[in-house]
């Protein structure tokens, strides 16, 4: 079960940018999907948005669509959430999982949790002037 740590959070005012980091830190990235959550004060986590094992699928919650952008590093043992424009509503804690219950298309972004996946601990993001 690989080991996932999450990076690059951090305090920016409104219309800033930052790069979120996903990092298995004992073995890689490569065998499923991995997804970015985030959970705000009061509110349920939401993924949104997730990279299909092989790169050629990424997906966008409409919140988010235009702004942030899902990557893969080749090195197969990160994948980067970067994040353009930051608003108020984006400040949450910020997380990254993967897992064969992660079904990431053009369309949908669907989780179904199992033995074998694996979440990271979460990194703050907070955007305020």
């Known amino acids: 079960q690989v080991q996932l740590v999450e990076s690059g959070g951090g305090l920016v005012q409104p219309g800033g940018s930052l790069k979120l980091s996903c990092t298995a830190s004992?073995?890689?990235?490569?065998?499923?999907?991995v997804g970015w959550f985030r959970q705000a004060p009061g509110k349920q986590r939401e993924g949104i948005s997730c990279?299909?094992?092989?790169?050629?699928?990424?997906y966008y919650v409409e919140s988010v669509k235009g702004r942030f952008a899902i990557s893969r590093n080749s090195d197969k043992k990160t994948v980067y959430l970067h994040m353009h424009n930051l608003r108020p509503e984006d400040t949450a804690e910020y997380f990254c999982?993967?897992?064969?219950?992660?079904?990431?298309?053009?369309?949908?972004?669907?989780?179904?949790?199992?033995?074998?996946?694996?979440w990271g601990q979460g990194t703050q993001v907070t955007v305020s002037s």
């Open positions: 999982a993967t897992d064969p219950g992660l079904m990431c298309t053009a369309g949908n972004f669907s989780f179904k949790g199992t033995e074998f996946g694996s």
């Open positions: 990279i299909s094992a092989n790169a050629a699928t990424v």
């Open positions: 004992s073995g890689t990235l490569d065998f499923y999907a």
